[in-house]
């Protein structure tokens, strides 16, 4: 049973650049959430999306845009790049459908590691 | 404006005897909280759960404690291993007000504990 599957595993861009990061959640989990770490913090809630909408939404300006595809996929787009952007992006995939006696806990991938120059 | 706390950055014990890793929060709307475990190069992994209605919760070596009225939750790790060094990370989530699930997770910024043989 795979778990939840990030790509790149690194990635390098210049300030202004675009990025995009993807993600697959666990089988059986219809619901993923992005995170940022930067380093020496704790993960910070993006956003999340169900049912190919974005439901909840943390403090990040809209240059921090998702998508989820009909098969649970997502991706996580960030637009005019800054330095302050260079963190690790993690994706946790739960399940709303079974959500309920702790079946609702999130389970993360290995991370995107962005750097931003 | 740091609603979950993890004052202790670092801990260091010897193999075989207990580790307590502590947690702080302010948000009175947490109602459920989670200990995760983060290795270097990995994505954080659950390791265990406690829903407010309850102040104690055990899986075998890792048991979470809840006091509600201090608003402090400690993970015991007994008997520690060197395996388990790595970074734990204390989060917390407000379930009711998340349409009872998918709840975004609020993190502290982790202490990395580290078990010496």
């Given at each position: 049973d795979a778990g939840v599957t990030q790509s790149p595993t690194h990635l390098i861009k210049t300030r202004g650049q675009q990025v995009t990061l993807r993600c697959s959640p666990k089988s059986g989990h219809d619901t993923v959430s992005w995170y940022q770490q930067a380093l020496g913090q704790g993960p910070q809630f993006i956003f999340q999306y169900y049912e190919e909408e974005e439901r909840q939404r943390g403090?990040?300006?809209?240059r921090f845009s998702g998508h989820q595809f009909p098969n649970y996929s997502s991706e996580l787009n960030v637009n005019?790049?800054?330095?302050?952007?260079?963190a690790l992006y993690l994706c946790a995939s739960s399940s709303r459908r079974l959500a309920g006696d702790g079946t609702d806990t999130q389970y993360f991938g290995p991370g995107t590691r962005l750097t931003v120059l | 404006d740091q609603q979950v706390k993890q004052n202790s950055p670092s801990l260091s014990v010897q193999e075989g005897r207990i580790s307590i890793l502590n947690c702080d929060y302010?948000?009175?709307?947490?109602?459920y909280f989670l200990w995760y475990k983060k290795y270097p190069a990995e994505g954080p992994t659950f390791l265990i759960s406690i829903s407010s209605i309850k102040d104690k919760n055990e899986d075998g070596r890792f048991t979470v404690f809840l006091n509600k009225s201090a608003k402090h939750l400690s993970l015991h790790i007994v008997?520690?291993?060197?395996?388990?060094s790595a970074v734990y990370f204390c989060a917390a989530s407000a379930r009711k007000n998340s349409g009872g699930s998918n709840y975004k997770l609020t993190f502290g910024k982790g202490t990395l504990l580290t078990v010496n043989p």
């Open positions: 403090n990040f300006p809209d005019a790049l800054l330095l302050g952007d260079s | 302010t948000n009175s709307m947490f109602d008997p520690s291993q060197p395996g388990d």
